[in-house]
């Protein structure tokens, strides 16, 4: 989805000389927040109420990084664009651990 996103944006700069790079850049957000949550299998948090194990820990940190990257996202948007240098940081970080949980999920985890 990320790779579609991206690619579409090109696209539509390449044929229709149109700068979408911040829809693209806030989809990315987005898609990349969803991916988070779905990933740590939210109905699962419910556990936590018997003790915090690195299972539950795991996931609990997975939705945090999740919310915070549709949040950041939504914020990306041109009409509610937020440009602080903290912000930034945020949304490079974000992406910093999307690309290490990629190639982790990807390349090390054998299952």
């Given amino acids: 989805m990320v790779s579609?996103?991206?690619f579409a944006g090109i696209v539509i700069k390449s044929f229709?000389?149109?700068d979408s790079s911040n829809f693209?850049?806030?989809s990315l957000m987005i898609v990349v927040g969803t991916a988070f949550l779905i990933e740590s299998k939210i109905s699962k948090l419910r556990q936590i109420e018997k003790g915090l194990n690195s299972s539950n820990f795991t996931r609990l940190v997975t939705v945090i990084l999740g919310i915070v990257?549709?949040?950041s996202g939504i914020f990306s948007f041109p009409g509610i664009r937020f440009e602080s240098s903290a912000f930034i940081a945020v949304k490079g970080i974000l992406a910093i651990i999307a690309i290490v949980i990629i190639f982790i999920q990807t390349?090390?985890?054998k299952k």
């Fill in 16 to 18: 229709f000389e149109v």
């Fill in 24 to 26: 693209v850049e806030a």
């Fill in 4 to 6: 579609i996103i991206g």
């Fill in 107 to 109: 390349w090390i985890i």
């Fill in 69 to 71: 990257a549709i949040i």
